[in-house]
């Protein structure tokens, strides 16, 4: 810790601070600069994209799971959907297809067959399989049951889901449920995996009336973009026409999220979703596929395993509106507008506050600007939220964090302001200016902000604040960024968090100030955030630009925050003559 000499006079004492007007316009262009292109951001999001039609707004079928409720799971046995609930749904999905995939016969789901059959629709009825025997064979007696009582209505039985990626059965215990439902029903009967584990269980086509794929090419473990999406899917399913002789081949599932992370060049987006559905049943109309579209409605409960991405695969989102129109451009936001209103509010926010502290006119103009953009932004980091927060836990940290951007932008606006007043300053530091840690233009850090505290110093309160936010900011971009080492399948790339605390730096950076006085931690903080951002870039691969942006934009913070020295704190602070400087 840092201790003040006892020797020393701690009296106020009188700094003479030139006026640095030469700086005011820079600073303020800047602002404006990242206010235009906040505000560009959500006039992009909003503005509708052409995209060629598809070959009908009718599908062939639709994966259909009726818990598209915040509190509705198949993991809660006390779930149990109504048939009214399942009329409701069926009605509305008629008039987008024919036919509808379940995959499991529990939970009210049973009656399905009932409610397709009154509607005058097909089902492909799943019974789910997993590790216990017992309910696996309540799934089975079930199933063959309403296989044999709506033989009209239940076009084929599918014994089984990716069991086999999950690796909870062997395929010789699936194969003997397929046998036992293809003896007791006179309906087809398959299994359905992603394509990668037919190809490796072979056998099975032996058990199967036709052979059942999934293709999900932003799911793969090389995804695949959607520049070329379509094309692999045709491929995969020639591949395996040939490889099971001929055998007829259903695409059980394929589809494209709305919204998520990227994965590589595989973009989860409302644009990219429409754009995927119109192609494919193009190319299913040309080269005669047999598919199966995931899914009917968006699920909440699979952001829980599968992070935003799996809860955004709907064609219809959990209210039961559609994502997308059949016909025509798509938006990527058709509430865009609510971005720039944000933007107009943060303006007269912050334009107010100025005029109460009787700001000049470029401070006016500054603070103009940084208010847009942090509306703009924090309705972006909203709206990231919204599609990412799983748990109470979740929204009550990003909540805080999207609050501490805001409140490091206001402080550093105060620090500006303070700096480029000209005139006297007084400071009441407990370290003779040629010995001083940090002086009137230094943002001190954390450590020394608390050493003067107790020594009896004082602090600018804005200077505080950005001290005690940059180490908050460095801990958070630490944390994120070892996640995106080593558990990164299902995060996302905070982009609109880290924004403000950016730009607020570069700010404090183009007034004069230091950030190149900081300790250890901060130095280990932004350490970690290098190394790690250029690793899970690299991970990501450049095709990612959600990756490469986040990246470049954390390396680009921990520079900002440690002056560009990252772990060479002692530098500065171990020189006599750098702390002459910092205190001149």
Same mark, same amino acid.
């Given at each position: 810790?840092?201790?003040?000499?006892?020797?020393?006079?701690?009296?106020?004492?009188?700094?003479?601070?030139?006026?640095?007007?030469?700086?005011?316009?820079?600073?303020?262009?800047?602002?404006?600069?990242?206010?235009?292109?906040?505000?560009?951001?959500?006039?992009?999001?909003?503005?509708?994209?052409?995209?060629?039609?598809?070959?009908?707004?009718?599908?062939?079928?639709?994966?259909?799971?009726?818990?598209?409720?915040?509190?509705?799971?198949?993991?809660?046995?006390?779930?149990?959907?109504?048939?009214?609930?399942?009329?409701?749904?069926?009605?509305?999905?008629?008039?987008?297809?024919?036919?509808?995939?379940?995959?499991?016969?529990?939970?009210?789901?049973?009656?399905?067959?009932?409610?397709?059959?009154?509607?005058?629709?097909?089902?492909?009825?799943?019974?789910?399989?997993?590790?216990?025997?017992?309910?696996?064979?309540?799934?089975?007696?079930?199933?063959?049951?309403?296989?044999?009582?709506?033989?009209?209505?239940?076009?084929?039985?599918?014994?089984?889901?990716?069991?086999?990626?999950?690796?909870?059965?062997?395929?010789?215990?699936?194969?003997?449920?397929?046998?036992?439902?293809?003896?007791?029903?006179?309906?087809?009967?398959?299994?359905?995996?992603?394509?990668?584990?037919?190809?490796?269980?072979?056998?099975?086509?032996?058990?199967?009336?036709?052979?059942?794929?999934?293709?999900?090419?932003?799911?793969?473990?090389?995804?695949?973009?959607?520049?070329?999406?379509?094309?692999?899917?045709?491929?995969?399913?020639?591949?395996?026409?040939?490889?099971?002789?001929?055998?007829?081949?259903?695409?059980?599932?394929?589809?494209?999220?709305?919204?998520?992370?990227?994965?590589?060049?595989?973009?989860?987006?409302?644009?990219?979703?429409?754009?995927?559905?119109?192609?494919?049943?193009?190319?299913?109309?040309?080269?005669?596929?047999?598919?199966?579209?995931?899914?009917?409605?968006?699920?909440?409960?699979?952001?829980?395993?599968?992070?935003?991405?799996?809860?955004?695969?709907?064609?219809?989102?959990?209210?039961?509106?559609?994502?997308?129109?059949?016909?025509?451009?798509?938006?990527?936001?058709?509430?865009?507008?609510?971005?720039?209103?944000?933007?107009?509010?943060?303006?007269?926010?912050?334009?107010?506050?100025?005029?109460?502290?009787?700001?000049?006119?470029?401070?006016?103009?500054?603070?103009?600007?940084?208010?847009?953009?942090?509306?703009?932004?924090?309705?972006?980091?909203?709206?990231?939220?919204?599609?990412?927060?799983?748990?109470?836990?979740?929204?009550?940290?990003?909540?805080?964090? $999207?609050?501490? %951007? /805001?409140?490091?932008?206001? &402080?550093? +606006?105060? !620090?500006? =302001? #303070?700096?480029? *007043?000209?005139?006297?300053?007084?400071?009441?530091?407990?370290?003779?200016?040629?010995?001083?840690?940090? $002086?009137?233009? %230094? /943002?001190?850090?954390?450590? &020394?902000? +608390?050493? !003067?505290? =107790? #020594?009896?110093? *004082?602090?600018?309160?804005?200077?505080?604040?950005?001290?005690?936010?940059?180490?908050?900011?460095?801990?958070?971009?630490? %944390?994120?960024?070892?996640?995106?080492?080593?558990?990164?399948?299902? =995060?996302?790339?905070?982009?609109?968090?880290?924004?403000?605390?950016?730009?607020?730096?570069?700010?404090?950076?183009?007034?004069?100030?230091?950030?190149?006085?900081?300790?250890?931690?901060?130095?280990?903080?932004?350490?970690?955030?290098?190394?790690?951002?250029?690793?899970?870039?690299?991970?990501?691969?450049?095709?990612?630009?959600?990756?490469?942006?986040?990246?470049?934009?954390?390396?680009?913070?921990?520079?900002?925050?440690?002056?560009?020295?990252?772990?060479?704190?002692?530098?500065?602070?171990?020189?006599?003559?750098?702390?002459?400087?910092?205190?001149?």
């Amino acid at each position: 810790s840092i201790t003040p000499p006892s020797n020393i006079d701690a009296r106020p004492r009188l700094m003479r601070v030139p006026s640095l007007s030469a700086r005011e316009i820079p600073i303020a262009l800047l602002a404006v600069c990242f206010a235009m292109a906040a505000c560009a951001y959500w006039v992009g999001k909003g503005q509708p994209k052409a995209i060629a039609e598809g070959a009908s707004d009718r599908i062939q079928c639709v994966s259909y799971a009726p818990y598209r409720k915040t509190d509705e799971s198949p993991f809660l046995e006390e779930t149990v959907v109504s048939e009214a609930r399942l009329l409701e749904d069926l009605k509305l999905l008629s008039a987008r297809t024919g036919c509808v995939r379940t995959y499991s016969v529990q939970q009210g789901l049973d009656a399905v067959p009932r409610v397709a059959q009154s509607l005058g629709m097909k089902v492909m009825l799943g019974a789910w399989l997993g590790r216990e025997r017992v309910k696996n064979e309540e799934e089975l007696e079930k199933a063959i049951a309403l296989a044999n009582q709506f033989p009209e209505t239940v076009n084929a039985v599918i014994v089984g889901n990716e069991v086999l990626l999950r690796r909870e059965l062997p395929e010789s215990v699936i194969a003997d449920y397929l046998q036992r439902v293809r003896r007791e029903t006179k309906t087809p009967v398959t299994y359905a995996d992603v394509w990668e584990f037919w190809m490796q269980h072979r056998g099975l086509a032996d058990h199967v009336s036709f052979v059942t794929i999934h293709i999900l090419p932003y799911w793969e473990d090389h995804p695949v973009g959607i520049d070329v999406a379509i094309e692999h899917i045709v491929t995969i399913a020639e591949e395996m026409r040939k490889a099971f002789n001929g055998k007829d081949v259903l695409i059980g599932e394929t589809g494209w999220p709305s919204a998520g992370r990227s994965r590589r060049a595989a973009v989860a987006s409302r644009a990219n979703q429409a754009r995927f559905f119109r192609q494919f049943t193009r190319a299913a109309a040309e080269h005669r596929l047999r598919y199966n579209f995931i899914e009917a409605f968006d699920q909440p409960w699979k952001r829980r395993m599968e992070g935003a991405m799996g809860g955004q695969w709907g064609l219809f989102d959990s209210a039961g509106e559609a994502k997308f129109p059949a016909k025509g451009p798509v938006a990527e936001d058709p509430q865009a507008h609510r971005g720039l209103v944000a933007a107009a509010a943060g303006l007269l926010l912050f334009v107010a506050a100025a005029f109460i502290a009787r700001a000049r006119a470029w401070q006016l103009t500054t603070a103009a600007a940084m208010g847009a953009a942090s509306g703009a932004v924090i309705a972006a980091q909203w709206q990231y939220m919204v599609v990412w927060n799983r748990y109470w836990t979740e929204w009550t940290a990003t909540g805080a964090y $999207a609050l501490a %951007a /805001v409140a490091f932008v206001l &402080a550093a +606006l105060q !620090a500006i =302001r #303070s700096r480029l *007043r000209p005139g006297l300053q007084t400071a009441t530091l407990p370290f003779p200016p040629s010995k001083a840690p940090f $002086a009137a233009r %230094a /943002v001190p850090s954390a450590r &020394a902000v +608390l050493a !003067a505290r =107790r #020594s009896g110093g *004082r602090v600018e309160g804005s200077l505080q604040w950005l001290s005690l936010l940059r180490l908050a900011f460095l801990f958070g971009g630490a %944390a994120m960024a070892l996640l995106l080492v080593f558990d990164a399948r299902y =995060r996302g790339f905070p982009v609109p968090l880290y924004a403000l605390p950016l730009m607020s730096l570069l700010l404090l950076l183009l007034a004069g100030f230091e950030t190149s006085i900081f300790d250890v931690e901060e130095a280990v903080l932004a350490t970690l955030i290098l190394a790690c951002a250029l690793v899970f870039i690299a991970m990501e691969r450049l095709s990612n630009l959600q990756a490469l942006v986040f990246g470049l934009q954390m390396i680009l913070f921990a520079g900002a925050a440690t002056g560009f020295r990252y772990w060479r704190y002692r530098l500065r602070q171990g020189r006599p003559e750098a702390a002459d400087q910092a205190g001149a």
